[in-house]
């Protein structure tokens, strides 16, 4: 039996609750909602949620806190929805670790597709690859990331948090390494070529990945910028 995808909706506005756990349980989806953070965390630790979608405006604490929060134990993926327009509210909630940023008022339609790209993203690669095929570990400069387990650790074993379009985004690179990538060619390579989001998201999440890479990640030399040109994985990789 097909198990449907568990979705958690967080917003304190009981319309939009009501009409989205409609909308997407027509569409084969099981859904729990909740009204601010502490319910939020609340059913996460209670459920099995493959993905959240969340408010930035909330009673008491708001989304981008609660998705920072989330973020420093969870990579689980996150949908941010925001009445605000403003291209620096977009870059906050993907710098924080959101995989896509949905401006309200939005059609349904949209989020249904986003909810699916997003799923597909985070998905793919652990369940409709055979292990044998996904090339389970690459390891480059003393890193290792298992593609299986979506994990990336450091030379001594650490685990690095990497939000779901952080980890696309470092696969991509792992698996096209010493090659200039455009910025198309991420976000194809990441999202697939239905993706959504706006070409500024790759240089966000490639902020962020040398933040957790680099040595000093103001002189990057793991994701190197070629001018004209796109980004460069320098290392070499091995497949384990």
Not at 71 to 90: F, G, K, W, Y
Not at 190 to 213: E, F, M
Request: charged share 30%; proline share 4%.
């Amino acid at each position: 039996m097909t198990v449907m995808p568990h979705l958690l909706i967080v917003d304190d506005d009981r319309d939009i609750l009501s009409l989205l756990t409609r909308f997407l349980g027509k569409h084969s989806y099981t859904v729990s909602v909740a009204e601010d953070g502490p319910a939020m965390f609340s059913c996460l630790g209670s459920e099995t949620i493959d993905l959240v979608i969340l408010d930035v405006m909330l009673r008491n604490e708001d989304g981008f806190s609660l998705c920072r929060r989330l973020r420093t134990s969870s990579n689980i993926p996150v949908i941010m929805l925001s009445a605000m327009a403003e291209h620096t509210d977009r870059v906050v909630g993907l710098e924080i670790g959101a995989d896509d940023y949905l401006t309200k008022p939005f059609d349904q339609r949209e989020l249904l597709a986003r909810v699916k790209a997003v799923l597909r993203r985070t998905a793919d690669r652990t369940d409709s690859i055979p292990v044998s095929e996904a090339r389970p570990i690459l390891s480059f400069g003393g890193w290792r990331l298992d593609v299986a387990r979506r994990e990336l650790r450091s030379e001594d074993n650490a685990l690095v948090l990497l939000s779901g379009g952080e980890f696309e985004l470092l696969l991509a690179f792992a698996e096209h390494p010493q090659r200039v990538l455009t910025r198309d060619q991420l976000l194809d390579l990441a999202r697939g070529r239905n993706h959504t989001a706006y070409d500024r998201s790759i240089d966000v999440q490639i902020s962020r990945l040398r933040q957790k890479l680099e040595e000093d990640p103001k002189n990057p030399i793991v994701i190197r910028t070629v001018r004209n040109g796109g980004y460069l994985f320098s290392p070499e990789v091995k497949r384990l």
